[in-house]
């Protein structure tokens, strides 16, 4: 059914995961270091994903983008449903089930909008949430070398875990988890000769000063999703259930020490969001099973309107696709201040691009930034572009705004598709 409607409803990834499918393609140039010129990337001789890449690049080989793209969206959101589900004891009630389903319906008009972005952070939070049922120490120790493969922050994930076991009692499992992290950390930081500890120090940097004025919204405190009406009923409910136990279970100690990570809303979405829908839900059972056998008629039918809707709520985050007709020469330097928009120029460019800014705008050099904030802060682009186009060797400049700058020249309308009114793309013409 969930396979279904991401294939009815065309669900698809607004941002980095068009990059990670292409990557193939700009590994001989190398790599990220090419594709993000005047930036932090450049410094770096290694694929800070590593693993997620070739595994992106061999199912576009495979199956073509598209399918590929309908894969990692159904392999993604089903695993995800299945890890919720594997965790909720009533779940395992077939009499239940209805119920269950309108609760995951709720839960999910927030949470898929995350799952389906299928970033590699996103899979290492739906491994973390299938290894709350690990117990042997050889299982820990292989969901770590795993999480180390598919992701470079995966101690984000497998220190909370190794802890959270640890104070379970299930310390076989515990000790193989931190083994694994060791010994992947270990492995990255020998194979990418050291400038591993240069990465996670340059995104400590760009968190907490690099990126100035840039905001970007999933970096946010995770406060700011309690806006959304599910994400704020789940927080209150699990609060609640938590007052009225007054018991520190497992999960309840996993959301404790899983909240510094929500400093960044992002793995508040990924660790803590499920965890304390998982908690809300095993702590009601009796609650739900009073309610259930008084609405059984009335929860039996909207448990199947939330079956046929499931995947609903959060599709409307998903921009189309479609080709809208670029082909720039291989190797330009494309400059724009919108990200949807430098993603999409990665993605449907048939040749390998040079663009600006980087997937991390804190690691861009100075000017560029300052050049972002310049643009997006006005209602039009202006001759004072100019002068920094031309320092970067900008052949071309894409954008949804006007242009008024005598250095640009129109020469295509496109990507109407998934956006806000018209994307223009512009070349620069030296003076």
Same mark, same amino acid.
């Given at each position: 059914?969930?396979?279904?409607?991401?294939?009815?409803?065309?669900?698809?990834? $607004?941002?980095?995961?068009?990059?990670?499918?292409?990557? &193939?393609?700009?590994?001989?140039?190398?790599?990220?270091?090419?594709?993000? !010129?005047?930036?932090?990337?450049?410094? %770096?001789?290694?694929?800070?994903?590593?693993?997620?890449?070739?595994?992106?690049?061999?199912? *576009?080989?495979?199956?073509?983008?598209?399918?590929?793209?309908?894969?990692?969206?159904?392999?993604?959101?089903?695993?995800?449903?299945?890890?919720?589900?594997?965790?909720?004891?009533?779940?395992?009630?077939?009499? %239940?089930? !209805?119920?269950?389903?309108?609760?995951?319906?709720?839960?999910?008009?927030?949470?898929?909008?995350?799952?389906?972005?299928?970033?590699?952070?996103?899979?290492?939070?739906?491994?973390?949430?299938?290894? %709350?049922?690990?117990?042997?120490?050889?299982?820990?120790?292989?969901?770590?070398?795993?999480?180390?493969?598919?992701?470079?922050?995966?101690?984000?994930?497998?220190?909370?875990?190794?802890?959270?076991?640890?104070?379970?009692?299930?310390?076989?499992?515990?000790?193989?988890?931190? @083994?694994?992290?060791?010994?992947?950390?270990?492995?990255?930081?020998?194979? &990418?000769?050291?400038?591993?500890?240069?990465?996670?120090?340059?995104?400590?940097?760009?968190?907490?000063?690099?990126?100035?004025?840039?905001?970007? /919204?999933?970096?946010?405190?995770?406060?700011?999703?309690?806006?959304?009406?599910?994400?704020?009923?789940?927080?209150?409910?699990?609060?609640?259930?938590? +007052?009225?136990?007054?018991?520190?279970?497992?999960?309840?100690?996993?959301?404790?020490?899983?909240?510094?990570?929500?400093?960044?809303?992002? +793995?508040?979405?990924?660790?803590?969001?499920?965890?304390?829908?998982?908690? @809300?839900?095993?702590?009601?059972?009796?609650?739900?099973?009073?309610?259930?056998?008084?609405?059984?008629?009335?929860?039996?039918?909207?448990?199947?309107?939330?079956?046929?809707?499931?995947?609903?709520?959060?599709?409307?985050? /998903?921009? /189309?696709?479609?080709?809208?007709?670029?082909?720039?020469?291989?190797?330009?330097?494309?400059?724009?201040?919108?990200?949807?928009?430098?993603?999409?120029?990665?993605?449907?460019?048939?040749? !390998?691009?040079?663009?600006? $800014? /980087?997937?991390?705008?804190?690691?861009?050099?100075?000017?560029?930034?300052?050049?972002?904030?310049?643009?997006? &802060?006005?209602?039009?682009?202006?001759? &004072?572009?100019?002068?920094?186009?031309?320092?970067?060797?900008?052949?071309? %400049?894409?954008?949804?705004? !006007?242009?008024?700058?005598?250095?640009?020249?129109?020469?295509?309308?496109?990507?109407? $598709?998934?956006?806000?009114? *018209?994307?223009?793309?512009?070349?620069?013409?030296?003076?």
């Amino acid at each position: 059914m969930v396979v279904g409607l991401i294939y009815y409803y065309k669900v698809a990834p $607004p941002d980095d995961f068009l990059r990670h499918i292409r990557y &193939s393609d700009y590994k001989p140039l190398g790599g990220y270091s090419y594709m993000f !010129p005047h930036s932090f990337f450049e410094k %770096l001789h290694f694929d800070l994903w590593y693993g997620f890449d070739p595994i992106a690049g061999w199912a *576009r080989s495979v199956l073509g983008a598209g399918g590929a793209i309908f894969f990692f969206e159904a392999l993604f959101t089903s695993l995800f449903i299945l890890a919720l589900l594997v965790n909720i004891k009533p779940a395992s009630d077939p009499d %239940l089930f !209805p119920l269950i389903l309108v609760a995951l319906f709720s839960f999910l008009s927030s949470a898929l909008s995350r799952v389906f972005l299928i970033r590699p952070a996103i899979l290492l939070g739906i491994i973390f949430l299938f290894s %709350l049922k690990g117990r042997r120490a050889l299982s820990g120790f292989l969901i770590a070398l795993v999480g180390a493969f598919l992701y470079w922050l995966y101690w984000l994930y497998m220190v909370p875990l190794a802890i959270g076991h640890f104070y379970k009692g299930s310390r076989r499992f515990a000790a193989g988890a931190a @083994a694994g992290t060791v010994v992947g950390l270990i492995g990255v930081v020998y194979f &990418s000769h050291g400038q591993y500890l240069d990465a996670v120090s340059g995104i400590i940097s760009a968190l907490f000063s690099g990126r100035g004025e840039l905001k970007i /919204s999933e970096s946010k405190f995770f406060i700011h999703a309690l806006t959304n009406a599910s994400v704020y009923f789940w927080v209150a409910l699990a609060a609640l259930t938590f +007052y009225r136990r007054r018991k520190l279970d497992f999960y309840f100690f996993l959301i404790i020490i899983t909240l510094p990570l929500a400093l960044q809303v992002r +793995y508040f979405a990924d660790l803590t969001f499920p965890l304390l829908f998982i908690y @809300a839900m095993n702590g009601n059972e009796t609650w739900m099973r009073e309610f259930y056998s008084r609405s059984k008629p009335v929860v039996n039918l909207f448990g199947l309107g939330a079956l046929m809707l499931l995947i609903f709520p959060a599709t409307a985050a /998903s921009p /189309s696709l479609e080709l809208a007709g670029l082909d720039l020469p291989k190797g330009s330097v494309v400059f724009t201040e919108d990200m949807r928009i430098m993603y999409k120029a990665v993605y449907h460019n048939k040749e !390998p691009l040079r663009i600006m $800014p /980087s997937c991390e705008l804190g690691w861009n050099d100075s000017e560029t930034k300052d050049m972002i904030i310049k643009i997006r &802060s006005r209602d039009a682009i202006d001759e &004072s572009v100019c002068g920094y186009l031309q320092s970067r060797n900008v052949d071309y %400049l894409l954008s949804a705004k !006007p242009v008024e700058a005598g250095c640009l020249e129109h020469k295509k309308t496109f990507f109407k $598709p998934g956006f806000e009114g *018209r994307v223009d793309l512009w070349q620069f013409i030296q003076k």
